[in-house]
């Protein structure tokens, strides 16, 4: 069958209606791909299920196209930034502790539905003024820095093997062509794995043990398993500490969703409209933590498959969200995966955390911030210093006692709520947001 071809702007891309199934399914394929390496990264550091991770980006991700009226060729995968809150609540993935930061994230979730009313209530400018560069691209740079210790805790368990990975992820980022080039994670993922494996690192005795079909969800690691028995304690401190994370990944969904419009060259900012997209990240998000998978976000490799191929039909996407659903119901998929070697995490992590730091420099130079003004100087000053210094205090956190109880703020969101309050009451606010010109954020936290 042959190939017909648009043209948006000077260049041609491929009708996929005249694609035919099989290249649809191919397509649908590589963008799992793509995805698969950052979106399992996620379980495999925090200890939450890959299947039930799998299940709900799919979900999630059709959970979006029908709220966006299935017009943006987005996928939405495990985000990154939500690490530093669940390593905040359950620091070595106790599995009676990950519910607790679970609901922490599903709440930090909402927040997108309430963000997402405002935009429509009073429009992009007003409400974006409130979250500039300068209170976000600190916010960023502090999640990357907090994150640093464990990825150096892993690597130690084998520097061979983790620098394995982190020369693999390094040279298909910067040499690599195509397709190698999207996806470094995954090739530093598998090279790293293989060398843990000659070296007898890993442990293949409960993938074989692992059956080939069985449900994606356990009941005991949802949230629902906290009813009647929760601890209003740990609640609280959850919602406290994860939620103002989501500061920065609804910064980082708005560079995300530029970036899928001067891709594809649509303004999906105007049309759908960001308060529709951030409803369906939102309640992605929600929903998946709900159930024990991690926080969902628009990813950037999947949009460098649609730079690739050209092919910028949604329904592409869905169908490969279709696959993640499909390879969910696969134990043995999630045992393999559980069975990476420590230091194959650690090499990955490090190299991820240190660019999520990048990330936040990159979003401060590049929105051009003006750090000759003070209010500007102090304002990163703040947030960097509180959120991580915090973070390694003795306590870890600020102890506050409300009657019998107490409330654990983390650094990132003393910081994060410090850095808002002050850019609020500060005089000298100039950062715009505009939707028919919609500033790329450049705010992406995967390699």
Not at 301 to 318: A, F, H, K, Q, S
């Amino acid at each position: 069958m042959s190939q017909e071809k648009l043209k948006i702007g000077d260049e041609p891309v491929f009708d996929a209606r005249k694609l035919g199934t099989s290249k649809m399914i191919i397509l649908g394929l590589q963008h799992v791909f793509a995805m698969f390496g950052s979106t399992v990264l996620v379980p495999a550091l925090t200890g939450l299920s890959v299947s039930t991770t799998l299940l709900f980006a799919g979900i999630g991700t059709l959970l979006f196209h029908f709220l966006s009226k299935g017009k943006v060729p987005a996928f939405l995968g495990s985000s990154f930034a939500f690490l530093a809150g669940y390593w905040a609540l359950a620091p070595n993935g106790e599995k009676e502790l990950l519910p607790y930061a679970c609901f922490g994230v599903a709440c930090a979730g909402l927040l997108y539905l309430v963000i997402a009313a405002l935009f429509k209530l009073f429009g992009s400018s007003k409400v974006m003024r409130y979250f500039p560069p300068i209170v976000t691209g600190p916010i960023i740079i502090a999640i990357g820095l907090n994150l640093s210790k464990s990825a150096i805790e892993n690597c130690t368990a084998s520097w061979g093997v983790a620098l394995v990975a982190i020369v693999v992820v390094i040279i298909c980022n910067i040499w690599g062509k195509g397709m190698v080039k999207i996806i470094p994670i995954l090739m530093g993922v598998v090279a790293s794995y293989i060398v843990g494996a000659i070296f007898g690192q890993v442990d293949f005795t409960p993938v074989a043990e692992a059956a080939w079909i069985g449900s994606p969800l356990a009941w005991d690691r949802t949230v629902f398993a906290l009813w009647g028995s929760a601890d209003t304690h740990l609640l609280i401190t959850s919602i406290i500490t994860i939620v103002p994370i989501a500061i920065a990944t609804i910064v980082e969904h708005i560079g995300d969703i530029s970036a899928i419009s001067s891709t594809v060259g649509e303004n999906y900012i105007k049309d759908p409209g960001l308060h529709r997209t951030l409803c369906g990240d939102g309640l992605a998000t929600t929903i998946a933590s709900l159930f024990g998978a991690p926080a969902n976000t628009t990813y950037g490799e999947n949009t460098g498959v649609l730079t690739l191929t050209r092919v910028y039909d949604p329904r592409v996407i869905r169908l490969a969200a279709v696959f993640a659903i499909v390879f969910s119901f696969c134990p043995k998929l999630s045992a393999l995966i559980s069975a990476m070697p420590v230091a194959t995490l650690g090499g990955v992590s490090l190299v991820l955390y240190g660019m999520i730091s990048a990330v936040g420099v990159r979003n401060v130079v590049e929105n051009k911030v003006d750090f000759t003004k003070s209010r500007n100087v102090i304002i990163a000053a703040l947030i960097l210093v509180l959120s991580i210094g915090i973070n390694y205090s003795t306590n870890g956190a600020i102890i506050i006692p409300v009657g019998e109880a107490t409330i654990s703020l983390s650094g990132l969101a003393v910081g994060s709520l410090v850095g808002i309050l002050l850019n609020a009451v500060l005089p000298g606010k100039d950062y715009v947001f505009t939707e028919g010109e919609p500033n790329d954020t450049h705010v992406n936290f995967e390699v």
